[in-house]
């Protein structure tokens, strides 16, 4: 439990745990492999919680044995409720240790390959036991120390497995016609595959913005969300509304030949166009009612001058 994941690796389960999380096995064994370098196995029934802070990995253990064996790893140190125990390489070797509890509750601490540093963590009290030697505590005191006498044991074997393949993140690559091309065993090579291009989207796109989240750690209601700021863009691509479609027909002007280019005559004066002439129908339309009138007043005017005379 705690924080963990779990990934399927050659059709077998794995649990990648990280730091603080809680480990109960209740019966049989298992393994933890450290990301640093190097293996713990577990004999069930166990209890134990995993910490780690830089180059540093804590186990604190409650029930269980648990067998590290580290080559070339983070330093490692198993607490229980009375103890401190870490393993000590000699020179450059390697780190191999047994801490667990038997049957009646007493604690045992064997050093296979390197030294084992106890320590009391009430009374301060350190004591070191050498390699290839193995101890028995009872109650946690380290003045009653005795041989262990071979009380606990978890042998690596029991866990052991094939390791975990190392992935490696790759980036990807772009898509082209050559990576189609793949050679066979003659020697001929595939054709490449016409590489279909995506139909671009008519329909409209829609793009929501939303003001940032807001946490108070100090508040007990989160405060929630304004929906009236939430903004929604619509994207359409325009067409037009009208569309014509027809043809052309009839038959296409005759080009004239073309002329050959010669030494271009003064340009002569050319009279002025006439105008054209009118025709009765539009000089009817053109009298206008100002016209009409214009020569009703000259006959009105003609008369007077000739009655005046006589």
Known sequence: T????????????????????DVLIKSGTARLDLTGGGSISICGPAHFSVLKAGNLVTVALDAGTIHLAIEQGPAVTV????LQI??????????????????????????????????????????????????LLVN???DGLRAGG???????QLTKHSPAPRLEIVPPTQTTEEAYAKPLGSGDVISPLPLDKPAEKEGPVYQFFIPPLVYNANAEVQPEVDTSKIVVVRRVRVRPTLIFQGRVEGELPVSSPPVAAGPTPP??????PAKPNKPAGQANDATSMVDRVVHFVRKLWSRGVGEVAK
């Open 267 to 272: 340009a002569a004066a050319r009279p002025a």
């Open 86 to 135: 870490q393993p000590i390489a000699i020179g450059d070797g390697p780190q191999d240790a047994l801490v667990g509890f038997d049957a009646t509750g007493a604690m045992c601490v064997r050093a296979y390959r390197g030294a084992v540093r106890l320590e009391q963590q009430l009374t301060s009290q350190n004591i070191v036991v050498p390699q290839s030697s193995d101890v």
């Open 2 to 21: 705690g924080p963990m994941r779990v990934e399927v690796v050659g059709g077998f389960p794995r649990t990648v745990l990280r730091s603080g999380s």
């Open 79 to 82: 607490y229980t409720p009375l």
């Open 150 to 156: 071979e009380r606990c044991s978890c042998d690596p």
């Open 140 to 142: 946690g005191q380290l």
